[in-house]
């Protein structure tokens, strides 16, 4: 390890948190826990469920990152996912699809003309409100990326190490276009990290208003600023330790 890494945001990313491909029925219903306790319990957003997990239709082909403390007692923080096409019916629209099928601007990108292996959505970024609130915040949805303010600035480790988990995913799946619905300021945050996103239609009301966008996953990491990469690192080595131990094979309908 060099010098320079040695005094790196990425280890100090690994000195308090660690990534995870939830590929194992563990991991995954600690993501579907973590899911419940935000989706359901905190934010109202679906129906409280008796075994506390949320878990909808698009869970059989989604691939799942799981965030967690890196030392002993393992604390869970948050997750989110990859949806990929189903394997049964690639043609099958992802969720972004039904929600922005009126707003999508397709003279821009047309996903369903894209190679359906090629494209995968985003979503369902979650985090416990222990880790994702500021003193007197409640009931405000986490941004991907957040810098704080200039009165309270903070890095943002646990949002960058999620999306940062989701980009190493996608590239491993073969993925080169990856989409998801975002608040309309995301797009400043992101640039901070060196990433271009792209607006791809008018905004929707889904959890407040969001917009369809979408970034391309090898431009994400060569354009990463220099600070980041670091992390990007960290993130990678632990999530292909993830693929070491095999992935699992997505399900199909009974």
């Known amino acids: 390890m060099s010098l320079l890494d040695r005094f790196s945001l990425g280890e100090g990313f690994k000195k308090y948190f660690e990534v995870a491909a939830a590929f194992s029925d563990d991991l995954r219903n600690d993501v579907y826990g973590i899911r419940h306790e935000v989706y359901c319990e905190e934010l109202g957003f679906e129906p409280v469920r008796h075994d506390r997990r949320e878990i909808d239709d698009n869970d059989r082909h989604s691939l799942h990152c799981l965030l967690r403390t890196s030392t002993e007692p393992r604390i869970l923080v948050g997750c989110n996912r990859l949806v990929m096409a ?19 601007d397709r003279s821009i990108i047309d996903p369903a003309k894209e190679p359906r292996g090629s494209i995968a959505e985003v979503s369902r970024l979650a985090v416990r409100a222990h880790y994702s609130r500021r003193k007197g915040e409640t009931k405000t949805a986490l941004a991907l990326s957040d810098f704080g303010t200039k009165e309270q600035p903070r890095f943002p480790y646990i949002p960058i190490g999620l999306y940062l988990a989701v980009v190493a995913l996608a590239k ?3 993925v080169a276009t990856l989409f998801m619905l975002t608040e309309p300021r995301l797009a400043d ?7 271009k996103i792209t607006q791809i239609g008018g905004p929707v009301e889904h959890r407040g208003t969001r917009v369809p966008s979408m970034m391309n996953v090898d431009h994400v990491i060569k354009n990463l600023r220099f600070f980041i990469r670091p992390i990007w690192r960290v993130v990678v080595e632990e999530i292909e330790a993830g693929y070491a131990n095999g992935r699992p094979a997505f399900q199909t309908p009974a």
């Open 86 to 104: 189903r394997p049964e019916d690639p043609a099958h629209p992802l969720p972004f699809e039904h929600a922005c099928r009126a707003t999508l």
């Open 172 to 174: 491993h799946e073969g």
């Open 189 to 195: 945050h992101f640039s901070k990290l060196g990433v």
